[in-house]
C-alpha cells in the first residue's frame, strides 16, 4: 500500500473512532447513571485523535527517514571501482535509484515476475530493453554493481514499507482500543481534547520557523562546500559571469546583483507610485459604486499568470520598446532589456501595492480625519500630513512586499531580459538576476558536486542576506517614522 493509502485508512479509523467514542461515552454514562463530565462529542474528538495523530507522525518520520537510511547501506556497499572517475557516489545513487523505480515499474506491467528478476544478472540486453519500455533508459556506463545494488535497494524498500504500513495500522488500532476503553463518565476528555488541539496549534505555527531554519541550513552548507572549492573573494569581487562546467569558470556575484537591483529598481519606480495614488484615490475620493468596480478589476492583475507577463514582455513590450524608443534612439537592438522586464514586472506589482495600501489607509480612523478638517486642513492637507504618517508602517510594508516579488521574480525575467550578465547601465540592453542564474545552474544533466552546481546556492544564500538587509532597513524608517509622528 502506499503512503496515501495508509493516510486514508487511518483517517477513516479516526472517524470511525469519534463515532464509536461518542457512542460509548452515552452508553457509559446510561449504565453506570451518572453525568458525562464533558460532551459526548469531546470524548469522540480525544478517540479520533489518538487514533490518527500518533499514527500520522509515524508515517511521516518513517517516510523522511527511510530514504536515507536505505540510502546510506546501499551507498557503502558500493565498491569504489563503480564509481566513474571524476564522478561522486551520489550520481551511481541517482541511477541506483531511478533502476530500482523502473524495475517496480516493469514488475507493476508484468513484463517481469519476480522470480525472473532474481535471475537477472550480468545480461543487461533484456534488462535495459524491458526498462526502456516504461522510460528508464540505461547508459552503457551502468555495471551489474549497480544493477544488482539497484536490486537490493528495492528489495529492501518493498521490506520496509511493508513493516511501516503494519506498525502504522498496529498504532493507529493500538490506540483507539486503548482511548475507548479508558472512556468513562468522569474523563475529562473537553480538556484532553483541547489540549491535543493546543498542541497542534503550537506544531503548526513552528513550521514556519523550522522551515526557515532548514532554508537557511541547506543554503548554507552547500556554500560552504561551494566556498571551499572556489574563493569567496572571486565570487563577490569578480565582475564576469562565465560558468564553464568543463573548468575555468569566473563566478563572478556582481553582474548577477547589479542586474537584479536595476530590474527591481524599474519595476518599483512604476509601481510604487501608481499603486500608492491608486490607493489613494479609491480611499478618499472614489464613491462607492466606483470603488466597489475598480478595486476588484485591478486585483485581477495579481491573479494573472507570470508566464502570462512573460509572454507580454517577450510578444508585446519588449519589441515595441525597441522600435520606437531604444532603436530610434541608438540605444539598443535587442527586445530583452531591463526596461522590458522592469515596466511588465511593474505592472505585476501595482496590485499588490494599491490594495495592501487601500486596506491600510482605511484602516486609519474616521476621527483623525474629523479633527483635521476641524482644525481648518483641506483633503489634500489631511492625506499628506495626518492619514499617509498614520498608516505609514503598513504603507512600507506594502512596498516591502513589492519589492521581495520584484527581487524573487524569475519568468519575467528569463523572457523579457534575456540571460546576459553584465555590468551596464543603458536600461535598453539585455540583463539578467540572481533567480535566473539559480535556476539555469541547477538545470540539466550537471554534477552536484561541482562549483558550477553548487554556486546556485551561494546566490541563494547572498540574495536570503540581501532581502533580509532590505526588511531591517524598512523596520528602521519605520520606527524612526513613526516616532517623529508620535
Known amino acids: ?62 517516510l523522511f527517514l527511510q530514504p536515507v537510511l536505505i540510502e546510506g547501506s546501499i551507498s557503502g556497499k558500493i565498491p569504489d571501482s563503480a564509481v566513474p572517475d571524476g564522478g561522486a557516489r551520489s550520481l551511481v545513487m541517482v541511477d541506483v535509484r531511478r533502476i530500482a523505480d523502473g524495475l517496480n515499474l516493469v514488475i507493476a506491467q508484468g513484463n517481469v515476475s519476480e522470480d525472473e528478476l532474481t535471475d537477472m544478472r550480468a545480461d543487461f540486453t533484456n534488462v535495459r ?34 513493516i511501516r504500513n503494519i506498525a502504522v495500522l498496529v498504532t493507529a488500532l493500538g490506540f483507539a482500543l486503548w482511548s475507548l476503553r479508558r472512556i468513562q463518565p468522569r474523563l475529562r476528555a473537553r480538556n ?16 514556519a520557523i523550522l522551515t526557515t531554519v532548514g532554508i537557511v541550513g541547506s543554503l548554507l552548507f552547500e556554500s560552504i562546500e561551494f566556498f571551499k572549492m572556489y574563493p569567496a573573494a572571486d565570487f563577490f569581487l569578480s565582475t564576469t559571469w562565465n560558468p564553464q562546467f568543463r573548468g575555468g569558470s569566473d563566478l563572478g556575484f556582481l553582474p548577477l546583483l547589479w542586474g537584479t537591483i536595476y530590474v527591481s529598481f524599474v519595476a518599483l519606480a512604476l509601481a510604487v507610485p501608481v499603486g500608492l495614488m491608486i490607493a489613494i484615490y479609491l480611499a478618499e475620493y472614489a464613491g462607492s459604486s466606483l470603488r466597489s468596480f475598480a478595486k476588484p478589476a485591478i486585483e485581477v492583475l495579481a491573479g494573472i499568470p507570470t508566464i502570462v507577463y512573460g509572454l507580454f514582455a517577450l510578444i ?59 482644525l481648518g486642513a483641506t483633503k489634500s492637507e489631511t492625506i499628506k500630513q495626518v492619514i499617509l504618517p498614520a498608516a505609514l508602517p503598513g504603507i512600507v510594508g506594502a512596498f516591502l512586499l513589492a519589492a521581495s516579488r520584484a ?26 538576476t540572481i533567480t535566473v ?38 523596520l528602521y524608517i519605520v520606527r524612526k517614522y513613526r516616532e517623529q509622528y508620535e
Not at 481534547?193 to 513550521?207: D, H, P, Q, R, Y
Not at 554534477?447 to 538587509?469: I, W
Open 1 to 62: 500500500m502506499t503512503p496515501s493509502v495508509i493516510v486514508l485508512i487511518v483517517l477513516g479509523l479516526a472517524v470511525a473512532g469519534y463515532f464509536l467514542g461518542r457512542q460509548r461515552a452515552l452508553k457509559t454514562s446510561m449504565r453506570d447513571g451518572l453525568k458525562l463530565h464533558s460532551l459526548p462529542a469531546y470524548h469522540g474528538q480525544t478517540v479520533a485523535l489518538f487514533v490518527a495523530v500518533p499514527a500520522l507522525f509515524l508515517l511521516g518520520a518513517w
Open 129 to 162: 530493453a524491458r526498462l526502456a519500455s516504461v522510460g528508464v533508459a540505461l547508459g552503457s556506463d551502468v555495471s551489474p554493481v549497480v544493477f544488482e545494488a539497484a536490486k537490493e535497494y528495492r528489495s529492501i524498500e518493498r521490506t520496509t514499507s511493508f
Open 192 to 207: 484532553i481534547s483541547e489540549t491535543f488541539v493546543t498542541a497542534l496549534l503550537m506544531g503548526s505555527s513552528l513550521v
Open 316 to 374: 508585446t513590450v519588449g519589441p515595441f520598446l525597441r522600435d520606437w524608443i531604444a532603436q530610434p534612439l541608438g540605444l539598443g537592438t535587442s527586445s530583452s532589456s531591463v526596461m522590458t522586464a522592469g515596466l511588465v514586472m511593474g505592472i505585476m506589482l501595482i496590485p499588490f501595492i494599491s490594495s495592501l495600501s487601500d486596506d491600510i489607509i482605511n484602516a486609519v480612523p474616521q476621527a483623525m480625519r474629523d479633527g483635521s478638517y476641524g
Open 407 to 432: 527581487i524573487g521574480e524569475t519568468m519575467i525575467v528569463v523572457m523579457g531580459a534575456g540571460a546576459s550578465a553584465r555590468l551596464d547601465m543603458n536600461p535598453f540592453e539585455a540583463m539578467t
Open 437 to 474: 542564474k539559480i535556476v539555469s545552474q541547477l538545470t540539466g544533466d550537471t554534477e552536484f558536486a561541482s562549483p558550477e552546481t553548487l554556486v546556485a546556492f551561494a546566490l541563494g544564500l547572498t540574495l536570503f542576506v540581501f532581502t533580509l538587509c532590505l526588511n531591517i532597513l524598512a
